[in-house]
């Protein structure tokens, strides 16, 4: 079936972790750190992804993961489906330990194939 026109075929997926209870400000400096570095491997691996995205508004949706575990299983089926995907580790600068994993970025990607991976995961 063809997208409706107008509609977007591609976006950008970060979970967070939610047993993390991340200030707003960090929560968003996280979330920045996974579209920036998703998109810069889009761009070099999956071009025509990335541009589509680009083109199309750059769609972006924030989800929650329970914990790393969850976290780090969703990051290896992004890696089996090939998709752009990174995972997000904090310095310890602020509030959080050295080294903790905070979220995941996936994409951009088309949409029916982040959904077959993050589809069930609740908003943020």
């Known amino acids: 079936m ?37 998109s810069i491997i889009a761009k070099s691996k999956k071009p025509r992804w990335f541009s589509e995205w680009y083109d199309e508004g750059q769609r972006k949706v924030v989800l929650r993961a329970n914990d790393l575990v969850e976290l780090r299983s969703l990051s290896e089926k992004a890696a089996r489906a090939g998709l752009p995907h990174t995972l997000v580790t904090d310095a310890g600068l602020t509030e959080l330990p050295p080294n903790t994993t905070t979220c995941l970025g996936i994409g951009p990607a088309p949409e029916h194939e982040l959904n077959a991976i993050t589809g069930s995961l609740p908003l943020a």
């Open 2 to 38: 063809a997208p409706k026109k107008g509609a977007m075929e591609y976006k950008l997926v970060i979970v967070v972790r939610d047993d993390l209870k991340m200030s707003g400000g960090k929560l968003a400096a996280q979330v920045a750190h996974a579209a920036v570095t998703c």
